[in-house]
């Protein structure tokens, strides 16, 4: 991977420390930030394991190209990634339990039903794809903030097509001359951010599950 290419995607700068202002990175600093405050929470109340961590990983897919020049593995495809912590022979692990992408939109709800006749979020293709060939689809989230409304939303890729194939949803052009094509995604399949910690404990009962079957072995 190169470290170069991440700062770019992550710093959109010239190297120098001085960040140009850019909403779509900001997005991703507001997701963080806010996933940060939201897991402490819910830790704190005892509605997700104590055993959570966040972690930046992702290093950016803008197109509907991956460059495996730079993409190595599911981990660096997504922004971030919420690890388990473990202890293994007296060594502590993480295990990368799922996977969180931002997207966002600068389009209020009712510019989008003016074009597609109801209000829509997208999701790059291309991301929904990648969690279907490392077979993570349940494990894959996007969260979705429109900067224009201050909303927040998100949506499993297992969901996106499931709903793709029931013809419930649109693969499109998003953005007018867009080369990549998207998920045309109706608000109302998208759920509440408190969504997640259903996503979290569900996925961490399995994990230990699975760690008791192993270590029986």
């Not at 991301?127 to 490392?134: C, G, H, R, S, Y």
């Not at 900067?147 to 953005?175: H, M, P, T, W």
């Amino acid at each position: 991977m190169s470290t170069d290419f991440k700062q770019r995607y992550w710093a959109n700068s010239n190297f120098d420390g001085f960040e140009v202002p850019n909403e779509h990175l900001g997005r991703e600093y507001l997701i963080y930030g806010l996933l940060h405050i939201k897991l402490k929470q819910w830790k704190e109340k005892g509605l997700i394991p104590d055993n959570i961590y966040l972690r930046r990983t992702g290093i950016g897919t803008l197109t509907s190209v991956i460059n495996h020049d730079y993409y190595k593995d599911v981990l660096d495809k997504y922004d971030f990634t919420i690890y388990y912590h473990y202890k293994e022979n007296g060594e502590d692990r993480y295990w990368p339990g799922l996977f969180i992408d931002t997207t966002g939109s600068s389009w209020t709800e009712e510019q989008s039903e003016q074009r597609y006749g109801e209000p829509i979020y997208a999701v790059l293709s291309t991301k929904v794809w990648v969690a279907q060939e490392f077979d993570v689809l349940g494990r894959t989230i996007f969260i979705h903030y429109n900067d224009r409304e201050d909303k927040l939303k998100l949506i499993v890729a297992l969901s996106i097509l499931n709903l793709y194939g029931q013809n419930k949803i649109r693969l499109n052009e998003y953005e007018y001359g867009a080369k990549s094509q998207y998920y045309i995604i109706p608000v109302k399949f998208w759920k509440n951010i408190t969504e997640l910690r259903v996503i979290i404990k569900g996925y961490y009962q399995s994990f230990v599950e699975y760690l008791a079957r192993v270590r029986c072995k």
